[in-house]
């Protein structure tokens, strides 16, 4: 592993699938709320003070309008026994006796249009910086998973943690409303509280008591309501994945061919129907427990309501002061019940955040070092294999072992050999998409891992088998090939001419600037072989001084395929070029053939003299030449 500026976090021991976090991993999750907050800080911070700035000033109005409700009941009171005995409302709007009431009605008016105004304004400032924190934070997510290793990709659980961080990014600015309300709310507590405490402080302890058991009850459903998800999440991507397979495109022809849907359908409801099943034996239990738990609460609050209307009745309180200070106690024990909730909730989501994070901490293997080498311009010597071997993770079999040959500057190098001989393996190792756990490979004498990673792959151009169809314009599958120069229309133009696609692009209606495949309402598919053609004309824009053309023609036919080779040997004077392929006719061309078995070299040599030795490579060759005849 390449030496880092600081060292990695230790990793966590992973949790099993059917382990509920303990209450340590629960409270240990709030860490994350901090850098959450941070994330949302450095999104806007002109959005972010709105937003918290907004709440403050709205929390005080709920017992400011409570307050002057009392006063309007008091007022109301009072005129009632002054029996003032008006006639008509002119006649007791002129004697001025009720100005006080409304102006204090004008007052309620006026808290209730500004809260009001005040909530739509939070709600604008937070769909904002919601929509600016999901694309923050997916951009993010996408730069970061940019700089892992390939192995990674290829690790189930990684994926899994993948999944969960993507689902995250999307799902988690609910938390960050929730935290800023929790704020307003406690503001609003406070106020409240404070009112009760003039007239009976040991309310504010009964309250307590009656809400504690449906908090702990909450926080119980919220760590079991993670673990499920926790527990699920291959089946939710086996979900997506069936739900993609049966309604997408590219597989729309063989789910008809082969009658697949009722397949798909099938094993889409069985896995949704399991979940269901989960999801809902859950909810059961938490409506339960919610239920029972939540009764300690209002039982709390008649008792308190029960005694304020007694302390009215006795004459200790007015008609006012009971109405303000059953209100105050409803919303009290509503908001504390919220906080404690939420409170619990925000617990809840801190998990989900941990596999966000958790997600950032993972440091790739393949790094460039701290001091790397300066990439040789030109390659002068080449690429020489020293005893390498490599194994993927988990894997028992070595996918290469002892490979020794050098692969010389300028020279155009052949793989062939059986599915599974090691040949695309060799390819990663050569782009350094995976470092060998054996041996070493030098370029131009200096080991591949002094060099800069970035300087590295801006010098190898590879097309691989399985190349990606990208549904940009022809112009910009091309382009891909160079980043720097992606809208290089003379670049463009040249790599699709040499790489055989002109015809293809021509033909199309927009030319350059037709998207390419199905996926767009505008979008015009092509075939296999096209595809392909596009394929190797990116590669041919990359301008790379190793041009590496992995299995890039299976769909072209045995003479077009010839073709591409050997326009490819042409273009490629002066140029390192690695040529891979199942069709042992094409390759004869090439300056030097390795052949491969089992992970091994089993020969090497020009075609001539591979055909003389009478070995592997002289009986495939006659096999397939037999097939022609």
Known sequence: MSATAAPAPAPKKPRRADQRPTLRERFDAMRNIAPF???????????????????????????????????????????VGLRLGFDSLGEAWRSGQLDHLLWLLLLEFGLAIVSDLLGRLVSYADALLSELFTNATSIRLMEHAATLDLEDFEDPDLQDKLDRARRQ???????????????????TVVSFAIGLLVYAPWLILLLAVALVPAFIGESHFNALGYSLNYQWTPERRQLEYVR????????????KIFNLHHFLIDRYRTLADKFFVANRALARRRAFWGALLATLGTLGYYVAYAYIAWRTVRGDFSIGDLTFLAGSFRRLR?????????????????????????????????????????????ITQGFVFEDVGFRYP???????????????????????GENGAG???LVKLLARLYDPDEGRILLDGRDLRDYDIDDLR??????????????????????????????????????????????VIESLPGGYDQVIGRRFKTGVDLSGGQWQKIAIARAYMREAQVMILDEPTAALDARA????????????DERTAVLISHRFSSVRMADRILVLEQGGIEASGTHDELMAAGGRYAELFELQAAGYR
């Open 334 to 378: 509503q908001l504390l019940e919220g906080l404690l909730v939420g409170f619990s909730q925000v617990a809840g989501q801190a998990l989900y955040l941990d596999d966000l994070f958790s997600f950032f901490e993972i440091e790739p293997e393949i790094k460039s070092p701290a001091d790397p080498a300066p990439f040789p311009m030109p």
């Open 169 to 187: 990014t999307m799902g988690r600015m609910n938390l960050m409303a929730q935290l800023f309300g929790q704020v307003q709310d406690a503001i």
């Open 394 to 416: 988990g894997a028992e079999r070595w996918a290469v072992r002892h490979l020794d040959f050098e692969l010389r500057a300028g020279e155009v190098l052949a793989l062939v």
């Open 244 to 255: 993609q397979t049966g309604a997408s495109v590219e597989t729309a022809k063989e789910v």
């Open 458 to 503: 801006a010098n190898i151009g590879v097309i691989f088998q399985d190349f990606v169809r990208y549904h940009l314009t022809a112009g910009e599958n091309i382009g891909v090939g160079r980043m720097e120069h992606m809208y290089d229309d003379a670049r463009i133009r040249d790599a699709a001419r040499r790489g055989m696609a002109e015809e």
């Open 561 to 572: 395929e010839f073709e591409v080779f050997q326009r490819f040997k042409e273009l490629s």
């Open 423 to 425: 040949k695309t393996t």
């Open 37 to 79: 907050l941070r994330l949302i800080w450095a999104t806007s911070k002109p959005l972010t003070l709105a937003s918290l700035g907004l709440r403050v000033i709205r929390a005080f109005l709920p017992i400011l309008m409570l307050y002057v409700g009392k006063l309007i009941i008091d007022e109301a009171v009072r005129l």
